[in-house]
Each structure stands twice: as C-alpha cells, then as structure tokens.
C-alpha cells in the first residue's frame, strides 16, 4: 500500500524556519515526481514547487524561489520542504503529493498535511 | 501565470441532483486539467486527470470535459458523500495553479 507520511505539527516565530519532511513507502520511490502543495486556513490551494527525486533536481513557484528549498534522500524514500524567513501569512497547511513520472501529471496520493503556525 | 476561474464559487444541490462545475483557463491549456475533491480536514483527492480520464476507484458518476480554455466537471445523481470542495488544476505549464474551488453543500 501507497504511503505519504509527514511529520507533524509546527509553530514558529516570524523569521524562523521549518523543514517538514514527507516519507514515502508501497512504491518505487524514484518512479514520482514530488510535489508541495500549501493551503491558508479558509483558503485555496497554492502549488510551491516539484522534486525530482532521481536527479535532485527543483522547479519553485516565483513566489518561494530563494526561499524555499525541496531535498530528497533516496536511503530512506523522503523528501524534505524548508520554508525560511517565515512569516505570519505563512500559516499553513503543507502537503507533499506525488505525480507519475512527470511534473505534468496529476498528483495522484498526498500526504495527511502538516500544519505550520507562524506567530511571535 | 496562467489563472484558473471556477464558477460557481459554491452551490446548495440535492442528493440525486446532477451538479457541473465550469473551470476557465486565461490561455489554451489543451487538455492539460485535472479535478480533485477536498473534504474538511482531509487532503485533496484527484477524479480526473487530462480533462476527461477518471481516476482509478472514482466512481463513474464523476465525469470531466472540455478543452482549451473551458472545462467542466460533471457529477450525476450526486451522493451524501459527494458534498465536499471541488478544484481544477492545470499541469499545462509551470508553475502549476489552481482554481479557487467550488464548495458543494447540502439544500
């Protein structure tokens, strides 16, 4: 069975940073693309960007670029999301979700989300 | 960017209604769309991919159309478990968007 987990629950002071981490199991780890996906309390939701998991390679949405950073470690099928400098409106829903063998494809099992607080 | 414009932003249907969802893209995204369902609390789960191809396990009372820029998601005689938010999703470009959802209550 196709597995997504993430670690859990995080508060943070404006200006810090946050890692969640999103572990994989059921599948061949490599065979998906990695995506992160965030979602405001009451709100839609917002694409941040993709992994390769192969390659290590990244794409962000502008709005992350120099702020966000996707890893992955291939020993253990997890991909990692930090997010620094945060601030209040980063207040979130974070989720990791993963498509077949393409960015491009849809995302076809997410994980259970992490929720990020931001608050001084 | 390309934008995503659901309409409408919320309707109130009947169990057994059939219910369309309308999605507008700013440019022609081919077919490049997929719909996913949120319920409260829960993460997102995808119905259709490419427009039109329902998701393996999706009941087929879930259906997607359209092309270009226009793009529906149809679902017949809706169920107490259907009530949920709805959202497309272009994976035409980066970076990928979505549409700003469509919540489906209860009348």
């Known amino acids: 069975q196709v597995h997504l987990v993430q670690s859990g629950a995080e508060v943070k002071k404006p200006g810090a940073s946050v890692k969640v981490s999103c572990k994989t199991s059921g599948y061949t780890f490599t065979d998906y693309y990695f995506h992160w996906v965030r979602q405001a309390p009451g709100q839609g939701l917002e694409w941040m960007g993709w992994i390769n998991p192969n390659s290590g390679d990244t794409s962000y949405a502008q709005k992350f670029q120099g702020r966000a950073i996707m890893t992955r470690d291939t020993s253990i099928s997890t991909v990692y999301m930090e997010l620094n400098r945060l601030r209040p409106d980063d207040t979130a829903v974070y989720s990791c979700?993963?498509?077949?063998?393409?960015?491009?494809?849809?995302?076809?099992?997410w994980g259970q989300g992490t929720t990020v607080t931001v608050s001084s | 960017d390309i934008q995503l414009t659901q309409s409408p932003s919320s309707l109130s249907a009947s169990v057994g209604d059939r219910v369309t969802i309308t999605c507008r893209a700013g440019q022609s995204i081919s077919n490049y769309v997929n719909w996913y369902q949120q319920k409260p609390g829960k993460a997102p789960k995808v119905l259709i991919y490419?427009?039109?191809s329902l998701q393996s396990g999706v009941p087929s009372r879930f259906s997607g159309g359209g092309s270009g820029t226009e793009f529906t998601l149809t679902i017949n005689s809706l169920q107490p478990e259907d009530f949920a938010t709805y959202y497309c999703?272009?994976?035409?470009?980066?970076?990928?968007?979505f549409g700003g959802g469509t919540k489906v209550e209860i009348k």
């Open positions: 999703q272009q994976s035409f470009i980066i970076p990928l968007t």
């Open positions: 490419g427009a039109s």
């Open positions: 979700a993963r498509s077949y063998d393409t960015p491009y494809s849809a995302m076809d099992v």
